[in-house]
């Protein structure tokens, strides 16, 4: 009723910009009033079930901002504008104490805007709430300015609806038009918030009169570092305050409704005792107090976008380093044995080690300084790379040396990678903390693209040895800007439990669930046929062509699984039925499999691998989107860690029994004279690698089998209906 009056009110050309949602008797007293500001794409109602759970005597005020009932089309109103307005209002319609609140990026931007005009107006208030937000702001530098900027841009209408819906937030009951009028408006909002903030915090000589109380779900990951991130009002305000809701996700004004109405009627009456009229069972509590006109108390450096690129930097060219030698060694032992068996143990000796010792790592960083880890993780990986040139040097790293050089290798560059990846939030300002995520990210993909183009030519030009002297001299850059650069004591990355407890609450998650148990059940095969795949290119790639175009090769895949996650951000995904979408895109991987094999020539070669990566990419985005849409956003991170670990089940047959057994027991069939050359040798060819390209064909037949079944199959098919979208927390 609250909505459909606000739309009568507007066609009626009457346009009040606080609408108010509670029924109070007009001869009872008023005790206070809120004036809630709603979230980026919200309407006004969202406010309705905290109207409805104040005390009597308590008035409740909801900001209409235009541009964001789904139900009209109408355009935003400028921010400057919008602020004027509705404190025009509130001076002239409110009397008595006053509360404001706001919820998200704009709902909290505006809310801290509405306090700046009105204290220069002389209103007085009794305090400031905001809702799932600390402060946030552009760097200023304008090449990373540039890429966000970019980056936004390309994103489309339907990736920003799969975030929603990630953070609890389901648009799939509205019309498509109003689903995409909510989130235009969203994306509007995020700008106009970005923008406000920046000038906010550019100006912080003038203090807001009232206290800034955050209120966080404990189960947001938008809002980490709560502990910490609380005092950075201290720009703005000389008395900050935190309350932690429990269970609570993101958008928790509506289910959590009673909880948020008790939060906003008390803890700032409460605040001057330093405690909260809170009982047990009422699933909040207030988590911190913090009165100063400093910023921060602690001694030592302070985290910089300078200090983060510094150390950025020399993290890109360490892992370039370690990424070329990652391809570059098991491709020389392949090139020096012709064995796809010790092919596929040394490169599964790459992964596994790290990958077993991560849970033991991620502990042990959580304990210790995260310099020291990266220090001691770049050291050992130095000696073993200094060993495994010397071993080399004495003509016997062909022998056993090799394979458990490489286990500790791996399990060095996993403890110093993690503790860099946990130390992020410690070097940048964490308001930055998104823009300096998606530097590592980028860094990250680019090193993995130039790998193979690097390491293919280096090996051919130089051979192994040059290749081992760049690792060790990136290894000691890595080292020296580490040793240089002090880190702050401010609070670093902190899992929230252990991995292996992730796995196994996550398997029970998803066991639990016949339509889950389904799903891990088909990513369990089809990985078993994947994996050799993934494994045999160079070694497909070097049956038939030179080193260098192997590289160029490898570099096809790169570029293909780059496509496919850009297409995916450009495009967003499907909107309905995403498990189907995945099932189609394993059947595209899996034709692509097979016109990878088909011919021993470098372009269709070529074009197949990228293929195979491109549909990877796709399937895996799609699939993250459904976890993120029907898990309850607590059990995320269980739920994937899980899949991983049915992922690295897989590695040891596909790598030691599939890819190795297939192609020995294929490659001489396939030979002049073999028992294949009359038949499957007059479509494919006969020669040197021809069971290899023969064994992506049966393989990719696999495939193609398993998702042609799994379309078929009853929980599967009906994957989307029967798993309900997770609620709103």
């Known amino acids: 009723m609250q909505s459909l009056d606000l739309r009568q009110a507007r066609r009626a050309g009457q346009r009040p910009l606080l609408h108010e949602l509670t029924h109070l008797d007009p001869a009872a007293p008023v005790v206070r009033t809120y ?247 009422d699933g909040w509590r207030l988590a911190g107090i913090s009165r100063s006109r400093e910023r921060d108390h602690r001694t030592g450096p302070r985290p910089s976008m300078r200090r983060f690129a510094t150390v950025a930097t020399s993290q890109l060219v360490a892992l370039t380093g370690a990424q070329i030698a990652d391809f570059a060694i098991p491709l020389w032992i392949y090139g020096m044995t012709g064995s796809l068996t010790r092919f596929g143990l040394l490169t599964l000796l790459a992964i596994a080690p790290g990958v077993l010792v991560a849970p033991l790592a991620g502990a042990v960083i959580d304990r210790v300084d995260r310099r020291v880890v990266m220090l001691a993780g770049d050291s050992a990986a130095g000696l073993v790379i200094a060993a ?19 286990a500790l290798l791996s399990v060095a560059l996993t403890f110093q990678r993690l503790a860099y990846l946990s130390a992020v939030p410690q070097l940048v300002p964490k308001q930055f903390l998104g823009h300096a995520n998606g530097l590592v990210q980028t860094a990250d993909g680019t090193a993995r693209l130039i790998a193979p183009l690097a390491g293919a030519a280096l090996l051919a030009a130089f051979g192994i040895e040059w290749i081992l002297l760049l690792e060790l001299a990136t290894i000691v850059v890595s080292v020296a800007v580490v040793v240089a650069v002090r880190f702050p004591r401010t609070m670093a990355h902190q899992r929230r439990e252990p991995l292996l407890a992730e796995i196994v609450a996550g398997l029970r998650y998803s066991v639990g669930n016949r339509s889950f148990r389904a799903m891990l059940g088909l990513f369990a095969v089809v990985n078993v046929f994947m994996s050799p795949l993934i494994l045999l290119v160079q070694p497909l790639a070097l049956s038939f062509t030179t080193l260098a175009t192997a590289g160029w090769i490898s570099f096809a895949g790169g570029l293909g699984a780059a496509t496919g996650g850009l297409m995916l951000t450009v495009w967003g995904g499907p909107r309905r039925r995403r498990m189907r979408a995945v099932l189609l895109f394993i059947l595209l991987f899996a034709v692509f499999a097979v016109f990878t094999g088909w ?23 799609i699939y993250m989107t459904m976890i993120q849409v029907k898990v309850p956003q607590r059990f995320h991170g269980r739920v994937l860690a899980a899949n991983q670990m049915i992922a690295w089940s ?16 294929l490659n001489p069939m396939l030979e002049p004279g073999g028992l294949l050359t009359s038949t499957a040798g007059v479509l494919i060819g006969v020669g040197p690698g021809r069971g290899i390209g023969l064994t992506y064909i049966l393989c990719g037949l ?28």
Request: a negative charge.
């Open 599 to 621: 011919r021993a020539s470098p372009y269709p070669v070529a074009v197949g691998v990228f293929g195979t990566l491109f549909s990877l990419s796709v399937t895996n985005g």
């Open 702 to 729: 696999a495939i193609a089998v398993v998702a042609v079944r799994a379309l078929r199959h009853p929980r599967l098919s009906r994957f989307d209906e029967e798993v309900p979208d997770a609620g709103i927390t």
């Open 388 to 406: 495994t040139a010397a071993c080399h040097a004495a003509g016997n790293l062909l022998q056993w040396p090799i394979y458990p050089l490489l």
């Open 650 to 665: 897989s590695m040891p047959v596909a790598f030691l029994l599939v890819a190795p057994g297939a192609s020995h027991l």
């Open 35 to 281: 004036v809630c500001v709603p979230f980026g794409g919200g309407d006004a109602v969202v406010y309705q079930p905290v109207a409805d759970a104040l005390p009597a005597g308590h008035r409740l005020f909801s900001v209409a901002m235009p541009g964001h009932d789904p139900g009209i089309d109408e355009p935003a109103m400028p921010f400057d504008e919008l602020a004027a307005r509705c404190a025009a209002e509130i001076l002239a319609r409110v009397d008595g104490p006053l509360v404001l609140y706001g919820h998200g990026g704009i709902g909290s931007a505006l809310a801290l805007e509405l306090t700046r005009r009105l204290a220069a107006a002389g209103r007085p208030l009794d305090a400031v709430y905001v809702g799932a937000v600390f402060p946030f702001a552009r760097p200023k530098s304008r090449l990373i300015n540039g890429m966000s900027a970019w980056l936004r841009r390309l994103r489309s209408d339907q990736a920003y609806a799969n975030a929603l819906a990630a953070q609890g937030l389901e648009l799939g009951d509205l019309e498509p038009e109003q689903a995409q009028r909510v989130v235009r408006s969203l994306r509007n909002d995020a700008d106009k918030a970005e923008e406000q903030y920046a000038r906010l915090l550019q100006h912080t000589g003038e203090r807001l009169p009232a206290p800034i109380i955050t209120i966080v779900g404990d189960d947001d990951p938008t809002t980490g570092y709560h502990d910490e991130r609380f005092r950075e009002w201290h720009a703005l305000t000389d008395t900050a305050a935190l309350v932690v809701l429990d269970g609570a996700g993101h958008y928790f004004v509506r289910h959590r409704a009673k909880e948020v109405a008790r939060i906003i009627t008390t803890v700032d009456t409460t605040l001057p005792l330093g405690a909260a009229p809170v009982e047990p069972g």
